[in-house]
């Protein structure tokens, strides 16, 4: 048990109705999962308001409610507290509840559009090579040192995160990497928490179905560094037009990472090919499994990183070069007839053109290159054409599918996509709304030594038609078609 008034260390209160001085048992924002003796944050979503389920809350053992406003009837014997900001209140009272466990180990958050994973997953990666303890919360997975729980969020709810937190201080872990998204800062879910240092990696179209412009997607980007402690690291890519824009109003020590630019860590590619880079870092040559220009940026990333948390440079090169890819980002496998697959996550057009190009500036050209992609429902809707655009332009033959559809009609999303093909293009798309289809006659079409792409879901092991997940797998599912169609 915790007595409210402890959690509520921080909290910009405007009014209280009732003691604060009671003792509750825990607390959420999902009037469904209240008990007795609980804490009710009333949350305003994008879907529904909080607000309308105090009374629910309360029915089922709430003792104390969260909230921006009170509600017209208050009940007797339940403490109300009104606050400034309700998201902004769960994210304190969870560091509260938790016992403030980022203070207790350092935490590291990733920010940008494209390789928040890849950084992430690789920086856990890294630092369990060296010895440590480690623990990640990511798009794919959330990692408690090497136990290994579900991801269901880029950044999950503040409750959820300081949960996690605690049982990584509890199990003596001294490092944690963290994906922080646009959706998770502009909701507060990180704003009660201590970061020893930010890293950001680019800013491309994205996300545009939540924020209504592009200057308000960057400029919630910035407010992270804006809030580091001065004691923190800010690393930003300055190749990207928003590196600068990223560190301006920063307290943290400035750091900077480039290819093209002067930077404090830069890096050139001496070779790319489909069996790793050969980097020069800071003067250091270091040959590295991962495979293309954008990986390049990430590992350079990674460095700067383990450089500032107090590694030595030359043991810093020798882990990057053991380190293995992450699921669904430039995943491959070659069948017993030579055609190359490739799964990657890869759903905006900067993410798509990058690994095309990647592709393209790799292969011969002696052979084929086959793209599989299809744009979510329910997403921005703004991308699809370019998204198009960018497979039909870059590769020999395009396969328009589905990716995800949710609540929409995926005949009408691949209609959207088709408008951004140009005319010259026409002759070299396809489209095969049925995605396990779509993987087959990629197969079908391929010759040996032809490369087939499927962008779009990676890691991801479902397809989300009309509410329900359906058991989907990429990479399993070419797989096994290449091995039955070149038996």
Sequence with gaps: MSILKDILYKVAIEAVKGSTDIAVNKMDFDSRKIESNDVFIAIR?????????IEKAIEQGAVAVICDTFPENIAKGITYVQVKDTNSALAFMAANYFGDPSQNLKLVGITGTNGKTTIASLLYQLFKKAG?????????????????YKATHTTPDSITINHYLNEMVENGVEYCFMEVSSHGIHQKRTEALHFVGGIFTNLSH?????????????????S??????????????????NGQ????????????????????????ILENQLSGLLLKINGNEVWVK???????????????TAIELGMESLEVLRLLSDLESVSGRFQFIVSASNITAIVDYAHTPDALEN????????RTKNEQLITVVGCGGNRDKTKRPIMAGIASDLSDKTI????????EDPEVIIAEMELGVAPQNYKKTLTITDRKQAIKTACQLAQPNDIILIAGKGHETYQEINGIRHDFDDMKIVKEILDQLHK
Aim: no cysteine; glycine share 4%; aromatic share 12%.
């Design 45 to 53: 979503g994008s879907i529904s308001d909080g607000h309308d389920f």
């Design 132 to 148: 440590f303890k480690v623990g990640l919360l990511s798009t794919v997975k959330i990692l408690v040192d090497d136990v290994e």
């Design 206 to 222: 994205d996300h545009l179905d939540y924020h209504p412009t592009f200057a308000e997607y960057r400029d919630v980007k910035k």
């Design 224 to 241: 992270f560094f804006d809030n580091l402690p001065k004691t923190a690291f800010a690393l930003s890519n300055i190749d990207d037009k």
């Design 245 to 268: 824009v990223m560190l301006q109003n920063t307290a943290a020590k400035k750091l900077t990472y480039a290819l093209k630019s002067y930077a404090d860590y830069k890096a050139q």
């Design 290 to 304: 991962l495979i293309g220009t954008f990986n390049a940026y990430n590992l350079l990333a990674i460095y700067g």
């Design 355 to 362: 690994v095309l190009k990647t592709i393209n500036d790799i």
């Design 400 to 407: 328009f599918t589905s990716d995800n559809p949710r609540n």
